[in-house]
Structure formats: structure tokens, C-alpha cells
């Protein structure tokens, strides 16, 4: 009974661990969403550059005057480029088209301000959920390790199930929340940077990685609360049945005893 106690004991404060890891690297990532955005080409200039539009006529005569009407022979999507970008709930960083790195906005700023609130709410959904796991990996860890008798184990492992779920829940609420916002904000968002196409990155397969762990360590203790009860109660019961016949048959023999006597 100890050694499968112990055995589930471990699994859940493995997955709680995976799930407390893969929350806070998906907290301060910037990958929930990625893709691509499309922006107007610049113009070439003087230093004639591979992604821009050579306009046609007098180059320099076109940058003096600022009246001059400027034609292209590209059109459609050739008079543009498609920059990559990734977004993560604190910034947004997009590919620097005309220097080497990426520029990064607060995304914060870049929702619309009818999600800001939206927004805020599932930042601190976020927070409440690493602090929780926290607080139900602690548990465990005393359950598994400072544990002096099967009543406290199962306390603290009740304990530690409530935490665990309230985190589940809370996790599950916030990654929806920012969703809906990234989703909003693709369509009401600044015209700089709406993006072109995007699809959902690895920081936010480890949110939903993170809470699969944590519903899979809830119901792990969930298990281990249940079966240890379960089993603490079929012992009793075998030993108040032996009990039970141990003072009956003493009853028959002092009986037997005493009549003998008489």
C-alpha cells in the first residue's frame, strides 16, 4: 500500500512540475501566435536594395520634387513584402525589414480598448495559475516527502487536488480569454501590423500543454486520495471482523469455562 501511495505520489508531483514549467515559459514567451504581415514596399532610392520598388524615371529628380507621380510596373502582391512576426501575451515582435533584428510593441497597446480589460483579466488569470500549481506542488512535496502518518498524507493530498483543479480552471479560462483578444485585435487592431496570415505557435501548444499536465496531476491525486481512503477502510474492516470473532470466541470460551465450572 506504502510503495503504490508513493508510486502515484511521484506521477503527480511529475506532471504538476511539467506544469508549472511549461506555464511560466509560455507566460514570458512571445510565440502564442505567428505568422506573417504584409507592408508596402519602399522605395529604392539611391541605394538600390533588393526588396523595394524601383520606380521608373529620373530617381533623383522624383526625390527633390515631392509633386512627381510615381509609377511601379509591380503590382498586386509584388508591391509588397511579408515581414514574420510573434506575438505573446506581453509584446509583439515583427521582423525589421530595413536593418538586421526584430522591433518589438507591447501588445498591451496594440489591443483594441474594448479588450483591454478582456486582456488584463487573463494576465492575472495567468499569475493566479503559476501561483497555484505552486502552491499544489509545495503540498505535494510535503505530502511525498514530511508526511508522518496516513492521516496527514491524505489531508495534504486533498489539499493539494483542490489547488490543483481551482489551477486547471483558472489556466483553461485565461488561455480562451487571450485568444478571443489576439482574435479581436487580428481584425480591429493597428493597420501596421494586422497580420496577413498567422496560426497559433509553441508557446501556446505549452499553455495547453502546460494544462493537460495539470488536470492529469489533479486526477492523479484525485486517484490516490480515493484508493488510499478505500484502502484504509477495507483494512479496518478486516480488522474489526477479526476483532469482532476474537472477542466473540472468547465470549464462548469464558462461557464454556464457567459452565464447566458450575
Not at 503559476?130 to 495534504?156: A, Q, R, Y
Not at 489547488?163 to 481584425?187: C, D, E, I, K, R
Not at 499553455?207 to 492523479?220: E, I, L, Q, R
Amino acid at each position: 500500500m506504502k510503495t503504490n501511495r508513493r508510486c502515484r505520489a511521484l506521477l503527480a508531483v511529475s506532471l504538476n512540475l511539467m506544469a508549472l514549467l511549461f506555464s511560466t515559459t509560455a507566460f514570458i514567451t512571445t510565440h502564442w501566435c505567428e505568422g506573417t504581415q504584409r507592408v508596402p514596399k519602399p522605395s529604392c532610392g539611391k541605394e538600390k536594395k533588393p526588396n523595394c520598388l524601383n520606380y521608373s524615371g529620373n530617381e533623383t529628380a522624383n526625390e527633390t520634387n515631392q509633386n512627381v507621380v510615381h509609377y511601379s510596373w509591380e503590382t498586386g502582391d509584388d508591391r509588397f513584402l511579408f515581414r514574420y512576426f510573434h506575438t505573446g501575451i506581453w509584446y509583439s515582435c515583427e521582423e525589421n525589414i530595413n536593418a538586421a533584428g526584430e522591433k518589438c510593441r507591447s501588445f498591451i497597446d496594440l489591443a483594441p480598448a474594448s479588450e483591454k480589460g478582456v486582456l488584463w483579466l487573463s494576465v492575472v488569470s495567468e499569475v493566479l495559475y503559476i501561483m497555484l500549481l505552486v502552491v499544489g506542488f509545495s503540498l505535494m512535496c510535503l505530502e511525498l516527502f514530511h508526511s508522518s502518518s496516513v492521516i496527514d498524507g491524505l489531508k495534504l493530498n486533498a489539499f493539494a487536488a483542490v489547488f490543483t483543479v481551482l489551477s486547471g480552471l483558472l489556466g483553461m479560462v485565461a488561455h480562451m480569454m487571450y485568444t478571443q483578444v489576439f482574435q479581436v485585435t487580428v481584425s480591429l487592431g493597428p493597420e501596421d501590423w494586422r497580420p496577413h496570415s498567422w496560426d497559433y505557435g509553441w508557446s501556446f501548444c505549452l499553455a495547453w500543454g502546460s494544462f493537460t499536465c495539470c488536470m492529469a496531476a489533479s486526477v492523479t491525486t484525485l486517484n490516490s486520495y480515493t484508493k488510499t481512503v478505500i484502502e484504509f477502510r477495507h483494512k479496518r474492516k478486516i480488522f474489526e471482523q477479526g476483532f469482532r470473532e476474537e472477542q466473540n470466541f472468547l465470549d464462548q470460551e469464558a462461557i464454556k469455562y464457567f459452565r464447566e465450572r458450575s
